[in-house]
C-alpha cells in the first residue's frame, strides 16, 4: 500500500457506545474484573473520542496480551499503603494503570475537599492511558488537578543523547463555566504517537524532536519509530528541543520534576528503570487543590472564565484560526463523535478483530465510510 | 562605547556582605523596615551570587524608587486573609514582593508539616526577585516546593501576538544529599533579562524567541527589548515557540497554568492587568508536599540521590560538557562568589552609585577588575 492510500485507507464510524461494550469485554474477557474493564475502557474510548487516537483502544492489545500472560495482574486490588492526612500512597500491585490512578485521584478529591489541598503517588502500576481523563475527574469535583505518570525511557535530558525520561505528561485541568479546561501534552517536543501517525501520513519530521543512536539530530521518520520501539539507541528530546538556545534544559526539568515525583518520591521505578523484571513499575502523581478552600468560589470561576474569554479574543496570528484554549479541540471532537461515532482505522479495526477471535467475543460493529 | 568595549566592560569584584549591607541600607533608607530589606537584600544577592543577574541589584533602583513614590507601599504588612487548613491566601497590601512571598513560603511550610500539603496564594503583590530562593528556603525545610509569579504582560499565548502572559517561571526545589535540587525558569523561551543580557553582549537573537508589532517573527534585539520595555507590540514567545510544530502549545499551556493560579485563584490580577490603576496587583503561590510523610524519607532521599547521580553520568552530547542538573550551575557560582566576589558590571555599579547618592548612604565598596 503506498502513502497515499494509506492516507486515505479506509475507516468505520464505531458508535461510543459500541466500542466501550466492545473494550469492556476484551478486557473481562482477557481476566480483568467488571469495574477494571470499566474504567479502562472509558478512558479508553475517551481517548478515541477527543482525537488522541494514540492513546485509543489502538493500544487495547497491549492489556488483553499483558492480562492474558500474566504480566499485568488481573487480580490486583490497589491497596493505601501510606495515608498520612493530605498525602497517601497508593500500591497498585502490578495492576491496571487506569484503576489504580483512579483510586488515587478519588482519594485526592476527598482529601483536597477535607485538607484544602492533597498528593496522592501511585506505585507499581502500569500504562494508565490518557492523564487529561483522570485531571478531568478530579476538575468535574471542583479540583485544580495536576496528574502525570512516568513511562518507557525515551526521551534524552539536557546534556546526554541516552533516552532515560519517559513523555512524562504536563497535565491539569479545571473547571470552568464553559466547560473543564484541561491540558495534557507529552513533556518531550513531540510523542511517539505523534512520530507514528506522521508515519502513517508521511511526514515530515522536524530537526529538533529525535537523536539518531550517533547523538545527531534525525529526521528519518519510520527509522525513528522503529529505533525507539526496538530501543536501539534512538532517543526523543525535551520540549525546547536540544539546544538551550530554544529551551530544551527547560524542557528537561519540567521532565525530571515528573521523573522525581513519579520515581522516588513515589517509592517507585524511575522511567529508566520501568519494564524490568517482568512488571511495568511505573508510578503516576495527583495533586489536587479544592478551588472552594481558596475563599469566593463564584468570584474564582468568573475570573477564570474571563482570563479565558479574553486569550481567545486575542488578535489571531492566522485570522483564519482564532485562538484556542488546551481542551478546545478535545472538547469540540467528543461532542462530534459522542453524536456521529467515532472514525476508527481500517489497521486498528482490523487489530480489534484479532483481539476479537483471541478472547473469542463479537467484533466491533461499525459502518464503513471514507473520510 | 562600541560592543567590543562593551563586552570587556570593566567590572567590579564586589564582597557578598557588602553587597547585601548596601542593599539593606538603600531600601532601609528608602523607607523599608528592617526585616522587609533585608528579606529583600537577600533574595537581590542570591541572584548575584548564583549568576542570575537580571534579577539581582541591577533592579534595586526600581524598588528604591518605587518605595520613594509610593507605588510600593513601604508600610504593608502581609496579611493572611483565608485560612482553610492547608490552603491560605495572602494579601501583599502592595508591598514589597519578597518579604510578602517569604511570608507565604513559611506558612505554607508550617501547613504541609500539618497536613502533609499546602498551597498559599499571594495578592495584590509586587515584584519578587528569583522564585528559587523562595522554592529553596522551602526545599531546606524538608520540602519539594513549587513556587511561581505572574510578570507584566510580555508573552503572547500560543495562536495570538497580543502579549497577554507574563514570563512565569515554572520553578521548582526539593533537598538531595547532595544540596538542593532547584530549577527556576521562564516559561517563555527566553526571558526579556537574556535579550538584554544579549543585547550587551551583542547577540545573536534566534527565531522563535519573539515577535514583532507586525506579527511576524523577529531577531532584532535592540528594536525587540525596547519594544517590550516601551509596550509597543512586541511579545517574547512561549517555551517551544510561535509553532505547535516546536510545542509552542505546550509552552502556552504551562504559562496559562501559571496564570490561573497567580490570577484567578489568588484573587490577583492577571498578568495582562497587572501595574494598572497605579499599583502592580501581582500574584504568586507556593504549593508544598512534605517529603516526610510520604513515607520513608531515608529511602526516598535515597532514590533522588541514585536518579540525579544517574542522570549526571549519562553519555554527554559534547564530551567537553558532562550532563547537569538544575541549579548545578548556579550553586558552583554561588560557592565561588561567595568565596571571591560578585563580579558587578562597571554600568550597574554606577547605578549604584547614584541610588547612594540619591538616598544618602555609603557607596558600595568594590574591588576593580578586569573579568
Redesign the interface.
Known amino acids: 500500500m503506498t502513502r497515499a492510500d494509506n492516507h486515505h485507507a479506509w475507516r468505520h464510524l464505531v458508535d461510543a457506545a459500541e466500542l466501550t461494550r466492545f473494550t469492556v469485554e476484551a478486557l473481562r474477557a482477557a481476566g480483568a474484573p467488571p469495574h477494571d474493564a470499566r474504567v479502562t475502557a472509558e478512558v479508553l474510548v475517551a481517548a478515541d473520542l477527543g482525537g488522541v487516537e494514540s492513546h485509543g483502544v489502538a493500544r487495547l492489545r497491549r492489556y488483553v496480551e499483558g492480562l492474558h500472560s500474566g504480566a499485568i495482574n488481573p487480580h490486583a486490588v490497589p491497596e493505601v499503603v501510606?495515608d498520612?492526612?493530605?498525602?497517601c500512597?497508593v500500591d497498585a500491585h502490578n495492576g491496571l494503570g487506569q484503576p489504580a490512578l483512579c483510586t488515587a485521584v478519588d482519594l485526592a478529591v476527598e482529601r483536597a475537599r477535607?485538607?484544602?489541598?492533597?498528593?496522592v503517588?501511585v506505585r507499581r502500576s502500569n500504562h494508565m492511558g490518557i492523564a487529561g481523563w483522570f485531571a478531568e475527574r478530579a476538575a468535574r469535583a471542583g479540583m485544580?488537578a495536576l496528574v502525570s505518570t512516568n513511562a518507557v525511557p525515551q526521551v534524552?535530558?539536557?546534556?546526554?543523547?541516552?533516552p532515560?525520561f519517559g513523555t512524562n505528561p504536563?497535565c491539569?485541568a479545571?473547571p470552568t463555566p464553559g466547560g473543564t479546561?484541561c491540558?495534557d501534552?507529552?513533556?518531550s517536543?513531540?510523542s511517539r504517537g505523534k512520530l507514528e501517525q506522521l508515519d502513517r501520513l508521511g511526514g515530515p519530521m522536524?530537526p529538533?524532536w529525535a537523536l539518531g543512536p550517533d547523538?545527531q539530530p534525525t529526521t528519518d521518520i519510520p527509522e525513528t519509530v522503529q529505533g525507539l520501539i526496538h530501543r536501539k539507541g534512538y532517543a526523543l528530546l525535551p520540549?525546547?528541543?536540544?539546544e538551550s538556545?530554544?529551551?530544551g534544559?527547560?524542557?528537561s526539568?519540567?521532565s525530571?520534576?515528573i521523573?522525581?515525583?513519579c520515581?522516588?518520591?513515589?517509592?517507585a521505578q524511575?522511567s529508566?528503570h520501568t519494564y524490568q523484571d517482568g512488571e511495568g513499575g511505573l508510578g503516576h502523581f495527583v495533586?489536587c487543590?479544592?478551588?472552594d478552600?481558596?475563599?469566593?468560589a463564584d468570584?474564582?470561576r468568573?475570573?477564570?472564565d474571563?482570563?479565558a474569554h479574553?486569550?481567545r479574543e486575542?488578535?489571531?496570528?492566522?485570522p483564519a484560526?482564532?485562538?484556542?484554549?488546551?481542551g478546545d479541540r478535545r472538547r469540540r471532537l467528543t461532542a462530534e463523535r459522542t453524536a456521529d461515532g467515532i472514525p476508527v482505522l481500517e489497521s486498528v479495526l482490523a487489530d480489534l478483530d484479532d483481539i476479537a477471535a483471541f478472547v473469542g467475543i463479537d467484533p466491533v460493529r461499525g459502518q464503513t465510510c471514507v473520510l
Open positions: 501510606s498520612r492526612d493530605s498525602v500512597v477535607r485538607f484544602g489541598t492533597s498528593a503517588m485544580l534524552a535530558p539536557m546534556g546526554t543523547n541516552e532515560m504536563f491539569y479545571l479546561l491540558f501534552g507529552a513533556t517536543t513531540v522536524r529538533g547523538g520540549l525546547g528541543g536540544g538556545d530554544h529551551g534544559h527547560k524542557g526539568a519540567l525530571l520534576f521523573e522525581l515525583l520515581g522516588p518520591l513515589a517509592g524511575w529508566r495533586f487543590l479544592a478551588l478552600a481558596l475563599g469566593d468570584a474564582i468568573a475570573g477564570v474571563g482570563l479574553e486569550v486575542g488578535a489571531p496570528v492566522d484560526h482564532p485562538v484556542r484554549l488546551p
